[in-house]
């Protein structure tokens, strides 16, 4: 079975350069022939999965950050070629969706399991999504990180904090499962997956196979209560903020009236005033841990924080 592995050098806080024969022959291990290439630019990840699929590869493995797996991701949309992830960005949303390891070791062992399910993905205006697409201040700050030279979690705070202070609500009007909504809202995300990353849990209940996308409306509230709605994403109880409207739906319509930011799956994108939001069922393979738990408030987000703590400090003897 052959497999594509694509690496972004530059994802996340580390180069991966040097861990490329690793990776090599740990998936030679488990029984894959696998070819790497690394990716230079934006759409590098795009091309060379769109040719691994014209090529019959049994799946592409993407190493590197959400918007390597974004890119990787959509050429492999309606295909048989499945998709492989090995988590090295600063955020890595849809591998902690599904609860892929962060450490890498362990998110090879993912992919030699061989367990392939098929997953939802999602467009805004026939762009895919994975993982989340969004308009208003998580876009913001999207483009503010984007602007950063330095990466990581802190970067990406730092990025949040200096957006907040001065982000102010814009109006939309939201067309969704027979619903037509108009207000000032301090976002609006199409939720895939139920995180942006980092277990910051933005639609906990999410599903990735049920056909449907969790269309969330944070209202526009105050600067206490929007401060205390990253609290809630932490801790898995934002479901029960006041701020929260969700909507589960197939398709939708986003209509902006400013010029706001919008991001797919944490990058940055330019959009026009009127999206059209469509969730398409089962369209994309991915390689997926064979257990799966149900997501609890509290315990969820506690458990995940202290795997993530493990692997931060047994991840250099990981691949020895």
């Known amino acids: 079975m ?3 592995l694509i690496v972004n050098p530059a994802s996340g806080t580390r180069s991966r350069l040097a861990l490329i024969p690793k990776l090599c ?3 030679n291990k488990a029984g894959y022939e696998v070819e790497a290439r690394l990716t230079r630019g934006p759409g590098d990840a795009t091309r060379f999965a769109a040719d691994a699929v014209k090529r ?3 799946g592409v493995v993407a190493c590197g950050g959400d918007g390597t797996v974004n890119e990787t991701a959509r050429a492999l949309c309606g295909t048989s070629t499945a998709l492989g992830i090995i988590p090295t960005g600063s955020g890595n949303g849809l ?3 599904l609860e892929i390891p962060v450490d890498i070791a362990s998110s090879i062992k993912v992919i030699a399991e061989n367990n392939i399910v098929a997953c939802d993905y999602g467009t805004a205006n026939g762009q895919p999504f994975f993982c989340t697409f969004g308009v208003g201040f998580d876009a913001a700050v999207s483009e503010r990180f984007a602007r950063q030279k330095r990466r990581g979690l802190m970067m990406y705070l730092k990025s949040a904090v200096d957006e907040f202070v001065k982000y102010s609500p814009e109006e939309y009007t939201i067309e969704a499962d027979g619903q037509v909504i108009t207000e000032d809202a301090f976002l609006v995300v199409c939720c895939n997956a139920s995180q942006y990353g980092n277990n910051a849990f933005i ?3 999410a599903s990735i196979t049920d056909g449907l996308l969790d269309l969330t409306i944070v209202h526009s509230g105050n600067l206490i209560t929007r401060a205390l709605l ?3 994403m932490l801790t898995g109880f934002i479901g029960k903020n006041a701020l929260i409207h969700t909507i589960r739906t ?5 209509r902006r ?5 919008s991001h797919i799956d944490g990058d940055p994108t330019q959009m026009p005033e009127t999206i059209d939001i469509a969730c398409h069922p089962g369209g994309i393979r991915i390689f997926s841990p064979t257990r799966s738990t149900r997501f609890r408030p509290i315990f969820t987000p506690m458990r995940l924080a202290m795997r993530d703590f493990f692997y931060s400090i047994t991840r250099f003897k990981s691949l020895r």
Do not use: E, M
Not at 250 to 254: E, L, N, Y
Not at 257 to 261: E, I, L, T, V, W
């Open 250 to 254: 197939r398709s939708a319509t986003i």
């Open 203 to 205: 639609a906990p209940q």
């Open 56 to 58: 019959g590869f049994y």
């Open 25 to 27: 022959h740990r998936l």
């Open 230 to 232: 990253g609290v809630d």
């Open 2 to 4: 052959k497999l594509l």
């Open 95 to 97: 591998a902690r969706h």
């Open 257 to 261: 009236h400013g010029r706001g930011s």
